[in-house]
């Protein structure tokens, strides 16, 4: 079946560190999203980007389609970047828009 | 934001008992889903609906039903809880450029 696959499933970083997460997908993107779960349950999109690059003040992310992944870049790292970081994509081509998310990457951002 | 809100917010129920969970978007959105969290296995999808009366099945739909009779209304029905169904739900709506999905803030629901 369809595989969306999160790495690292864990991070523990300094602030002010930089990380990069990514995401593999096991077929062809239709659309593609990263969304931050902070840690009081809320989830808040931080990109649509099914390929191509784009930035948003310390955050930016990259999706490689025709190789099948995509990466967040997280720059400066602060506190309240720590939570859970998801992957979320649509493999059909038939414009169902049906998401598929990864299991997530865990960062955690010490002071 | 969308303006999605859930209700309830938690829930304790017993095994057996039907069970109705609520969202509502103000925002005229067009797609809305229904997800469940569970530890080790991220976000995975239950149902979701494209429009009025037009739903279909995400990969964990087994127990689960769902109604759609306003654009701004998505319910999700447990027809029988079990205690496999403890979870956090999640709705989301997609916005009108098909490109960003917008949650609630999520139902805490658990079944003894």
């Known amino acids: 079946g369809i595989q969306v696959e999160q790495s690292p499933p864990d991070l523990i970083l300094q602030e002010g560190a930089n990380s990069t997460l990514r995401c593999n997908f096991s077929?062809?993107?239709?659309?593609l999203q990263w969304f931050h779960q902070n840690p009081w349950g809320q989830l808040i999109n931080l990109f649509y980007?099914?390929?191509g690059t784009k930035q948003n003040g310390r955050l930016s992310a990259t999706t490689v389609a025709t190789e099948r992944y995509s990466l967040l870049y997280i720059s400066s790292s602060q506190t309240t970047d720590s939570g859970v970081y998801f992957c979320?994509?649509?493999?059909?081509?038939?414009?169902?828009?049906?998401?598929?998310f990864g299991t997530g990457t865990r960062l955690k951002v010490l002071a | 934001d969308a303006g999605i809100t859930q209700s309830p917010r938690h829930k304790v129920t017993e095994t057996g008992t039907p069970v109705t969970l609520r969202c509502h978007q103000t925002e005229n959105h067009r797609y809305m889903y229904w997800y469940r969290q569970d530890p080790g296995h991220g976000l995975r999808l239950i149902h979701y609906s494209y429009g009025v009366k037009d739903t279909d099945k995400g990969e964990v739909s087994d127990g689960y039903s769902v109604s759609r009779s306003k654009t701004e209304d998505f319910l999700l029905t447990l027809e029988s809880a079990t205690s496999s169904q403890t979870s956090v739900y999640f709705c989301?709506?997609?916005?009108?450029?098909?490109?960003?999905?917008?949650f609630g803030p999520g139902t805490r629901l658990l079944v003894l």
């Open positions: 989301a709506s997609l916005g009108p450029q098909q490109e960003t999905q917008y």
């Open positions: 979320a994509v649509d493999l059909t081509t038939s414009g169902t828009y049906k998401y598929i």
């Open positions: 077929d062809s993107v239709n659309n």
């Open positions: 980007i099914p390929s």
